[in-house]
């Protein structure tokens, strides 16, 4: 493989050698470099063999000069340094999330990737892999992340705010006070996830699945769970009030310690509860 990342590295400086010692040129091939491996990686997995999956790899990287029509070039820099510096640095922000754009189109993937504190919001990144990466407090609000994959990320006061997170996958992952506020959880699947103080506000509940996951503290107050499953999880001090709970799975769940005050359920998520000895005073039958 080592071999292979000097190809890979080679071919980024010849496709950007035509542009110079552009901003930003450090971060965009450091990222790339990381997504090409990846999809040779997978190309190899694929049974391909050595020469395929590099020919495979480079094709998929497309035309830099699309890349280069969103990179901040220096002549365009202002004559006040303290504004060109500023304005550089939010037009790098800006080239990086396109990078990342155009990058995904060629079905590239983020995994090992430190994209802390970037800005990945209103981007399609459909069936992306962001496995392993450093995403804290990284904004994907009104994302599509429809398939995405978070094994053992660190995603730390992230933001998911309005994203499209169906049938996502969160493994190993730290999620502790990450916004799920308004994203459509619908299939998602959270296991062996610590989300401590985790925000689900207005979050689309329905077929959710958190699995040998923490969610301690977590508030799903005034919420409708239609088929979500905690088996094996813990929630202990989380809160239920008011919420309405439809064919809801606590199997092997800690419950004792969550609070169903208010709370509205079915007779089955009812009797699972009552058999995990949780409290249950103030809980209406439907």
């Not at 989300?195 to 005034?222: H, N, P, R």
């Amino acid at each position: 493989m080592e071999n292979t990342e000097k190809k890979l590295r080679k071919f980024l400086d010849e496709a950007f050698a035509p542009y110079g010692d552009f901003p930003a040129r450090v971060d965009i091939t450091k990222e790339l470099l990381v997504n090409l491996q990846e999809k040779y990686k997978d190309c190899k997995k694929q049974g391909m063999s050595d020469d395929e999956a590099y020919k495979a790899t480079v094709d998929s990287f497309g035309d830099a000069a699309e890349i280069m029509e969103h990179m901040p070039h220096s002549e365009h820099a202002g004559n006040d340094a303290a504004e060109s510096e500023q304005n550089d640095g939010q037009s790098i922000r800006k080239s990086l999330k396109e990078a990342f754009r155009l990058a995904k189109k060629s079905n590239s993937k983020f995994s090992a990737t430190d994209l802390q504190r970037a800005d990945l919001s209103d981007i399609d990144l459909i069936e992306a892999d962001f496995s392993f990466s450093a995403l804290k407090a990284t904004s994907f609000e009104r994302s599509n992340l429809s398939r995405a994959t978070f094994r053992a990320a660190d995603l730390r006061d992230a933001t998911f705010a309005g994203a499209n997170l169906t049938d996502a996958t969160f493994a190993g992952s730290d999620t502790q006070n990450v916004r799920f506020d308004g994203a459509n959880l619908t299939g998602t699947k959270f296991k062996a996830t610590a989300l401590q103080g985790a925000s689900l506000e207005d979050a689309i509940l329905v077929g959710t699945k958190f699995s040998y996951s923490d969610l301690g503290g977590v508030s799903f107050d005034g919420q409708t769970l239609t088929g979500v499953v905690f088996d094996k999880s813990s929630l202990k001090d989380a809160t239920f009030k008011k919420a309405t709970l439809h064919d809801v799975s606590f199997h092997h769940s800690d419950v004792k310690q969550a609070v169903f005050d208010g709370a509205s359920m079915d007779k089955v998520t009812f009797a699972l509860l009552k058999a995990g000895k949780a409290s249950l005073e103030n809980v209406t039958i439907i």
